[in-house]
């Protein structure tokens, strides 16, 4: 089983806690010793130099410390009472031959080796660590002592290390035995400042746990006490306005696509039925299978619209990125709205603004679709004898086609939603023209596919403008057309 947030946070705080306690504790254990150590050495090294400064010292007779002299035992010993700190003191010849010692000593010597003798000569003071049975653990300075670059003898101080090792040992039990439990006590503060933090997680958790499919408009509570609480409340309060608005157009899609092939149905019904009661001639039989057929196209073309929005929704559709000529994609087209417009003697006129050749990368099938959708809107929506324009122009590095028209123009406040799906200006004009509103729908999904952009410029009785801007080397990423 998962262990809760908090456990973790407090689990991970504690063995955090410990390795730094443990690594501080040793840190600050070995830094001690080694500055008690050097503490020590340090004085043995003024005791050294102190016992060298003796007139009776400093001053021997040739050859140099050859004997044991009593008044130079006695000088050291009184140093020794007076500014020692129970050090034990041997003064030894140039050949390392003990002339005198404190008598603190007793019979005990303090060792000595060639090693010792050969770094005197050179001048250079030998500190060591030694046990003495009767002694202890001693630190011990062989101090060298020269006149004239001449080693005329060599000083011997040793300190007790009894009381630096009582000092260390009294640390390392309050190390041992308080920081455990200092651990413990701060682990379980640990522990109730994870839960305080939470608990705006947890309040966040049982407000999200009664919103469901029927309360959308919820939102979390914004708490202001804490930056990243407020970031995620926030975070999920966006997720769920999406969600609400996303349930909102499929219930809306829902409807629409139900009464848009509802209506059809309906009338075909209708026709048949009339034609069962009534027609008695193959005329009114043939003029009730023709109108049948009309809205069994209606529906028909209804039904791939939606299949191909389905699609383009579960991102099944393909995005196909080859290079094209946009020059004679839109001259054909341009060839096709005049077709189309022969019948409401419409003015479609070509307009190049460019003196070159308009290559582009994209998806042939979908852009002549788009295209062809807008232009097929412009004719049916442009009175008699109106004007349909198609401009292709250049800005930058991307390609503009226009399709301009003089027909009924679309009011200020429909424009935010002329690209949703079955949305419609006006149901019966929509509705004589043929139109099922997903046209336009259509056009947005390939525009955000190939990464363009689509702007609408209208006046209601003047006439409306679809300017399409399209990168020349196409989408960064073409894979399939999905919703954005």
Known sequence: MPLLLRTRLTIWYALTLAVILTASGVFWYWLLNRNLNQHIDDHMVQFAEGILALEQVRQPSPPYLPVVSGERCRQVNLYLQQAGQGEYITLLNPNGETICRSTNLGDNQLPFNPEIHLAAYRGEKVVSDIEVDTLGHLRVLNFPLHLDRNLIGIVQVAADLKGLADTMQHLAWILLTFSPLALLAITFGGWMLAGRALAPVDRLTRTMRKINAGNLDQRLPVEAESEEIARLASTFNDMLSRLNNSFARVKQF???????????????????????????????????????????????????????????????????????????????????????????????????????????????????????????????????????????????????????????????EHLPHIFDRFYRIDEARNRSAGGAGLGLAIVKWIVDAHDGEINITSTVGAGSSFAVSIPLEGPEKPSRITIR
Request: glycine content about 6%; cysteine-free.
């Open 254 to 412: 829902s409807g629409d696509a139900s009464h848009e092939l509802r209506t059809p149905l309906t009338i075909l019904k209708g026709e048949t039925e009339v034609a069962l009661r009534w027609a008695k001639t193959t005329e009114e039989y043939q003029n009730a299978l023709v109108s049948n057929m009309d809205e069994i196209r209606r529906m028909e073309r209804i039904i791939e619209d939606l299949l191909m929005l389905a699609k383009s929704d579960a991102g099944e559709i393909p995005v196909e990125k080859k290079e094209l000529s946009l020059s004679d994609l839109v001259q054909e087209l341009y060839l096709q709205g005049r077709a189309l417009s022969e019948s409401k003697q419409l003015d479609i006129n070509l307009q190049l603004e460019v003196d070159h050749e308009i290559m582009i990368k994209g998806d042939e099938l979908r852009l002549r679709q788009m295209f062809l959708n807008l232009i097929s809107n412009a004719v049916k929506y442009t009175p008699e004898g109106g004007r349909v324009d198609i401009l292709l122009g250049l800005d930058g590095d991307r390609a503009v086609v226009t399709v301009r028209d003089t027909g009924f123009g679309i009011p200020k």
